[in-house]
């Protein structure tokens, strides 16, 4: 069997080399699994945008972005609980699914601060010094119980975008009023 069959049929997560979080497949598969576990799955979904990335490897280079990634990664992992999933989505994004049903909007927020302000620290390497900001939207599922996985990192998603639009650096919890009809957009 090849060693990509195995892992797939040993259940081993596929993970970004980088980070070593597991990548953007590996976290729907696992966001899909947990739906399909009705009330005892998704409790919520964190959807973690780096603010200003894109200076970072325009000023520091590409091997600094890499670092900073690297790190970002860390931190957001030391923010979360031990059952919580972090991923790498795709470039300076990333998820966590929360899978604790018993969470509530309270501790989800106090987890999303703890993100944001460990990520707005200094990161230094060498004589670099580098400061981002991010910006997080957040859905608990609560909100959106009969949604599908993808509409529900769809919401996340757009969640974290207008907290980018409303100036960055903040948190915006996705309520089902802001999309028409109730479906995330």
């Given amino acids: 069997m090849s060693e990509r069959r195995c892992s797939i049929a040993c259940g081993i997560r596929r993970s970004t080399t980088l980070t070593g979080l597991p990548n953007r497949r590996s976290f729907f598969?696992?966001?899909?699994?947990a739906c399909a576990a009705g009330g005892d799955g998704v409790?919520?979904?964190?959807f973690i945008d780096l603010d200003g990335f894109k200076a970072v490897n325009d000023t520091y280079g590409h091997q600094c972005g890499d670092e900073v990634l690297v790190e970002t990664a860390r931190r957001i992992s030391r923010c979360v609980r031990g059952g919580d999933l972090v991923a790498r989505h795709a470039g300076d994004e990333f998820?966590?699914?929360?899978?604790d049903p018993a969470i509530d909007r309270a501790a989800l927020e106090r987890i999303a601060r703890a993100i944001l302000l460990t990520l707005s620290q200094p990161i230094t390497f060498g004589a670099k010094v580098v400061r981002l900001s991010a910006s997080i939207g957040m859905l608990l599922r609560g909100q959106a119980a009969s949604l599908s996985g993808e509409a529900l990192l769809r919401a996340a998603d757009a969640a974290m975008y207008r907290a980018k639009v409303a100036g960055k650096a903040r948190i915006v919890v996705h309520e089902l009023h802001d999309s028409p009809a109730g479906v995330p957009g």
């Fill in 43 to 46: 409790a919520a979904i964190v």
């Fill in 29 to 33: 598969d696992r966001l899909e699994e």
């Fill in 95 to 99: 998820t966590v699914l929360l899978t």
